[in-house]
Nanobody
Framework: QVQLVESGGGLVQAGGSLRLSCAAS????????MGWFRQAPGKEREFVASISRSGGSSAHADSVKGRFTISRDNAKNTVYLQMNSLKPEDAAVYYC????????????????????WGQGTQVTVSS
């Protein structure tokens, strides 16, 4: 098992930046592809970004492409989400998630493939 704890959320003005962190503990962090998802009130939890076990491959939702960047540091057991040019529609609870996979290069966009989730961190964007 792996335990995930997000941090870095908060209130930011539109156009501003935040960096979310997700610290993992438990089983070997590099065994997991990692993802970020978000859920706004009254909406489904949606995919934001994913990164492979090695960190060499990543994918981002079209809505955040060019503004958000996922990265990971396997030595620190941490995955990050750098969010720039934030918009009011980016406001949500952001969750990190871990998916155990044999592939070192695959990214995983499907929510159902993630077995482990953090508790979430709130991001609020004022207009």
């Amino acid at each position: 098992q792996v335990q995930l704890v997000e941090s870095g959320g908060g209130l930011v003005q539109a156009g501003g930046s935040l960096r979310l962190s997700c610290a993992a503990s438990g089983r070997t962090f590099s065994s997991y592809a990692m993802g970020w998802f978000r859920q706004a009130p009254g909406k489904e939890r949606e995919f934001v970004a994913s990164i492979s076990r090695s960190g060499g491959s990543s994918a981002h939702a079209d809505s955040v492409k060019g503004r958000f960047t996922i990265s990971r540091d396997n030595a620190k057991n941490t995955v990050y989400l750098q969010m720039n040019s934030l918009k009011p529609e980016d406001a949500a609870v952001y969750y990190c998630a871990a998916a155990e996979t044999l592939s070192r290069i695959s990214v995983i966009g499907s929510r159902g493939q993630y077995a482990y989730w953090g508790q979430g961190t709130q991001v609020t964007v004022s207009s």
